[in-house]
C-alpha cells in the first residue's frame, strides 16, 4: 500500500515537474498538515512532496495531488526503494493532539521577550470587540493545529470565548477567523504568559 502524494504546483507542472521546494520547508509544511504521514524527497530530482493518509487534504498553498491512488492509513513503517528518493517520517503523526495535552499557562501567551502575539477569533471583528471566538476549546486547538504560526490559544471559560494566537504579521485562514488585535510583535514559541 502506498500514500496519497501531494506537491506544490504537482498538477500543473505536470507529473514530475512539482515539488520544487526545499527539504526544510517540505518538512515543514508536513508538520502543518495535521494527516501528514512523511515526506518524499529527491536531492537529484529537486523535489519534495507531502505523503498523507488516503483521502486527507493538504490545504497549504500551491499543494496539489498529482497521485490520489493510495490507500494507506496509519504511521509510516516502511520505504520502498526509488531512485535517491528518501522517505523523512513525521515524528508526531498519529500523537494524540487534543488540548488535554497542551501545556497550560494562566494569562495571555508571550514569546521569549515578553511579547504578546496577534489574535484571531471567529467574528473576531463582524461580531463586535469581545463578542467574537465562540468556539469550543477542542475546535481552537485544532483549527490551531492546522495553522502554521500559531504558537498556541487563549481561552477564556467563562466568556465562552477561545482565540488563536498567531506570529506577529502571520493570518488564518480558516473561514470566519478574524483579527480584531494585531500589531504585537510576539515571535518564536511561547515562554510564558501575562495577566
Not at 488540548?99 to 477569533?121: S, T
Amino acid at each position: 500500500m502506498n500514500y496519497d502524494y501531494w506537491e506544490v504546483n504537482g498538477v500543473r507542472n505536470g507529473w514530475g515537474g512539482g515539488g520544487h521546494i526545499t527539504l526544510e520547508q517540505c518538512v515543514e509544511d508536513c508538520h502543518n498538515t495535521p494527516e501528514c504521514v512523511g515526506v518524499n524527497h529527491s536531492a537529484n530530482a529537486g523535489r519534495c512532496g507531502l505523503r498523507v493518509t488516503d483521502g486527507a487534504q493538504v490545504t497549504i498553498g500551491a499543494y496539489e495531488c498529482p497521485w490520489d491512488a493510495g490507500t494507506a492509513t496509519g504511521p509510516a513503517t516502511t520505504a520502498m526503494m526509488q531512485g535517491d528518493w528518501s522517505c523523512y517520517v513525521n515524528p508526531d503523526f498519529g500523537k494524540s493532539s487534543g488540548v488535554a495535552n497542551w501545556q497550560k499557562l494562566d494569562g495571555m501567551c508571550n514569546d521569549a521577550h515578553g511579547n504578546q502575539y496577534d489574535h484571531w477569533e471567529v467574528n473576531g471583528v463582524s461580531a463586535g470587540w469581545g463578542n467574537g471566538g465562540r468556539i469550543d476549546l477542542e475546535q481552537c486547538a485544532q483549527d490551531c493545529l492546522k495553522t502554521p504560526h500559531c504558537v498556541g490559544i487563549n481561552q477564556s471559560p467563562s466568556r465562552g470565548q477561545c482565540l488563536l494566537r498567531m506570529e506577529d504579521g502571520e493570518v488564518v485562514s480558516f473561514p470566519h477567523y478574524e483579527s480584531p488585535q494585531s500589531g504585537y510583535l510576539g515571535v518564536g514559541p511561547v515562554a510564558g504568559s501575562s495577566p
